[in-house]
């Protein structure tokens, strides 16, 4: 679980190499969407794929946490995509592109939270 200045959130990852993706988005989760999903019955749920030319897409969603261990989760049924080019394929230029796609996707879901009177962007159907 990772807490932030705006309160607790959780972020599971699959496709991310060598970083932690709470780590990544903490500075841009927002005190509204933390109060409207609870750490304990909600995470932020992040995938990412990349090709080795170094196209990078993130889908970022809202996700229920399954079962009574924090990390067992689906993938949200509302996301937000971002697709990045890395300015070059090297292994630092790919994790760049990484970080730059999944922190261009939470802004997008947590801008739309703030539009809304509630931060009504969860859906489950």
């Excluded at 229920?64 to 049924?77: C, F, Q, R």
């Amino acid at each position: 679980m990772k807490v932030n200045s705006c309160g607790f959130f959780t972020a599971t990852c699959t496709g991310l190499q060598e970083m932690s993706c709470a780590e990544q988005i903490n500075d841009i989760v927002t005190v509204k969407f933390t109060k409207k999903f609870p750490v304990n019955k909600f995470q932020i749920s992040l995938v990412m794929l990349q090709t080795s030319n170094g196209i990078t897409a993130a889908r970022v969603s809202i996700a229920p946490v399954l079962g009574d261990e924090i990390g067992y989760t689906t993938i949200g049924t509302k996301a937000w995509l971002v697709t990045h080019i890395a300015e070059d394929t090297t292994r630092t230029g790919l994790i760049k592109s990484q970080v730059v796609a999944i922190r261009s996707a939470t802004q997008g879901m947590m801008n739309e939270c703030e539009k809304t009177l509630d931060c009504n962007i969860y859906s489950n159907k």
